[in-house]
């Protein structure tokens, strides 16, 4: 039964628990590309719409299910949905938008 609950588990975790991740270091370039002040904004990033942003703020990506977060050393994390995979009679649905992150992943729907 322990083994029976470890391989459901395993299998939750390998079909619902993907997303991807990245991180846009801090940038002084960019920041004087802009015209930014660093004492003003602590992350600024063009890529995905994100431009200034406070430590702690979290803000969604545009066009993707996805969230970035800038953190204390300038960083700018961004987590998404990953792939899924999954047997016959179940298929992927399609994310939603217009939700935030996780909301707006994929859905796996299984007759």
């Known amino acids: 039964m322990k083994l029976l609950f470890v391989i459901l588990f395993l299998n939750f975790c390998a079909n619902f628990i993907n997303c991807w991740l990245a991180k846009v270091p801090y940038d002084p370039e960019e920041f004087a590309r802009y015209n930014i002040s660093t004492e003003d904004v602590q992350c600024f990033s063009k890529s995905h719409g994100l431009n200034s942003m406070s430590i702690g703020e ?19 994390h961004l987590t998404g949905c990953g792939k899924a995979k999954v047997a016959p009679p179940c298929h992927v649905g399609p994310g939603d938008l217009s939700k935030p992150y996780p909301e707006c992943c994929f859905e796996i729907i299984c007759p």
Not at 58 to 76: M, Y
């Open 58 to 76: 979290v803000k969604p990506l545009e066009k993707t299910c996805g969230k970035a977060k800038c953190s204390s050393d300038r960083t700018i």
